[in-house]
Nanobody, 127 residues
Framework: QVQLVESGGGSVQAGGSLRLSCADSGYTYSRGCMGWFRQAPGKQREGVASIGSDGITRYADSVKGRFTISKDNAKNILYLQMNSLKPEDTALYYC?????????????????????WGQGTQVTVSS
């Protein structure tokens, strides 16, 4: 059984930084893909960043240059380093894992391609 547990969310002022972590268990990353998604009130869930077992990372345009996704395979932890945070980054952030690796990197930011989800961690950025 795959379990994903996020941590690291919180409240920060605009321009600040946070690092999210996601500990996974029971998941085989070697053939799959992991990602971070977010959902703000009244909005659809959107892909933020992904990292595939092929090493390819993908970012939403809105976070490029500010967010960095990485994975510590020895510890089974996925990270999202978020710098230069903006109020529009405020959302519930989810960690997700896919059993297979979408061939097209653009597909790796689509929530429908992920089978396993964490409970989410809240990020609030004030102006």
């Amino acid at each position: 059984q795959v379990q994903l547990v996020e941590s690291g969310g919180g409240s920060v002022q605009a321009g600040g930084s946070l690092r999210l972590s996601c500990a996974d268990s029971g998941y085989t990353y070697s053939r799959g893909c992991m990602g971070w998604f977010r959902q703000a009130p009244g909005k659809q869930r959107e892909g933020v960043a992904s990292i595939g077992s092929d090493g390819i990372t993908r970012y939403a345009d809105s976070v490029k240059g500010r967010f960095t996704i990485s994975k510590d395979n020895a510890k089974n932890i996925l990270y999202l380093q978020m710098n230069s945070l903006k109020p529009e980054d405020t959302a519930l952030y989810y960690c997700a894992a896919a059993s297979f690796l979408p061939a097209w990197s653009s597909a790796r930011l689509l929530p429908r391609n992920y089978q396993y989800w964490g409970q989410g961690t809240q990020v609030t950025v004030s102006s």
